[in-house]
């Protein structure tokens, strides 16, 4: 062991004493860091928040700045639980002048593409295909409850965990848990704190047995299809491919990928549900009991208008549709709404956004829309 001469001709052991001052320096600097660093938000051990952007109503675009006015007035923006703030634009052009133009051929659409393992799957081969791009998936959201079921199980009015909904429940139950599974393997406790830093509480209905919503929107009685313009993104999630094991989906750890997540809800026409639950206190009385087609799909659209423009603002050149309100949400228009679905979401990409009428597609690079393929297909 290396000795030195200390003074008046003592020796001193260097290595001990170097050690022993490097694990003060490093315990003291630690602490300093926490307390010191304004910029770190730590949920449990080491769980970081992740961030979550809404973009609201009738276009509505996030910023991590000062907001600025694109054009027009602009509403200031409202704190959500802590979560969410709701901005508003009024102008798309003036939103689209900044935008960068990355493709010039027409992105056509002519079919779901469905995968096994859904979203999540099709995410991971679009990450590989495009490595240096961000990938944009779009939830079909719950109005009344963020993160659909799973948001019962985090309450308490369910049983069960997050990662049970790997095989269970929608599109939206699928997307979370796929997330909240890669993010923090086989722990539930920690899964749970990760949706109730990001999601929980972002949107939903207050909770009084009424139709009023955390996002101010009556969708019982609301006769905008605007009204459904409410999008929330949750940046740089961690989500995975899905394999089978032993007829059971899980996430693959092998093959993970970060997204943007797009949270927004369509309109609901169902007359499924309790009287208390989400279902029935988020039902369209205009789509259900008018049985006005129009106004049903020009809600789908106004929702995924928005989400993928919130996709452009967080720097998104590949964008997954949802099937929004095609499902359970669809009641009798499911056949119908099924049928003009692709359609419905060409439009979208043709319609004229840009400072000189250019159209979505010019945006991204890629856009699909993402079924998933279940075993019974």
């Known amino acids: 062991m290396h000795q030195v001469s200390g003074q008046a001709g003592q020796t001193t052991n260097k290595s ?27 949920s449990g051990a080491g769980q970081s928040q992740q961030s979550t952007v809404p973009l609201g109503q009738r276009g509505t ?11 027009g007035p602009a509403t200031p923006p409202q704190a959500r639980s802590g979560k969410a703030q709701l901005f508003r634009v009024e102008d798309r052009p003036m939103f689209y002048a900044d935008k960068e133009i990355v493709n010039y051929q027409r992105i056509v659409i002519d079919e779901v593409q469905k995968k096994e393992g859904g979203v999540g799957t099709f995410g991971y081969e679009m990450s590989q295909r495009y490595p240096n791009d961000k990938i944009g998936i779009m939830v079909a959201a719950n109005a009344g409850l963020p993160g659909g079921d799973i948001g019962n199980v985090i309450a308490g009015r369910k049983r069960g965990t997050v990662a049970y909904y790997m095989n269970h429940g929608g599109q939206e139950e699928r997307v979370v848990a796929n997330w909240a599974e890669t993010t923090h393997p086989n722990n539930d406790s920690r899964q749970r704190r990760l949706l109730e830093d990001n999601i929980v509480g972002a949107w939903g209905l207050k909770d009084d047995g009424g139709t009023d919503t955390v996002q101010d929107v009556d969708y019982v009685t609301s006769e905008d299809p605007l009204d459904y313009g409410s999008v929330w993104v949750v ?13 059971r989906d899980a996430v ?14 369509g309109p609901n026409a169902s007359d499924s549900g309790t009287a208390s639950g989400t ?13 006005d087609y129009d106004f049903f799909k020009a809600c789908i659209q106004a929702v995924l208008r928005t989400k993928f423009d919130a996709a452009i603002e967080k720097n998104v050149k590949v964008v997954l549709f949802d099937l929004t309100s095609t499902d359970i949400y669809a009641g009798e228009f ?17 319609e004229p956004v840009g400072p000189n009428g250019e159209p979505r597609w010019m945006y991204v690079k890629h856009a699909a829309i993402a079924g998933i393929k279940l075993r019974r297909d």
């Open 235 to 247: 940046d740089n999630a961690r989500l995975s491919a899905v394999h089978n094991i032993g007829r």
């Open 61 to 71: 675009i996030p910023s991590s700045t000062p907001q600025t006015p694109t054009a």
């Open 279 to 291: 279902m029935r206190r988020t039902r369209s009385r205009r789509a259900a009991d008018n049985k």
């Open 16 to 42: 001990w004493y170097v050690r022993c001052w490097e694990k003060i320096c490093a315990c003291f600097g630690r602490f300093f860091c926490c307390v010191c660093s304004p910029t770190t938000s730590v």
């Open 252 to 265: 693959d750890p092998q093959r993970t990928f970060s997204a943007c997540l797009l949270f927004g809800a």
């Open 334 to 350: 499911k056949r119908r709404i099924l049928r003009d679905y692709v359609a419905l979401v060409q439009e979208i990409l043709d």
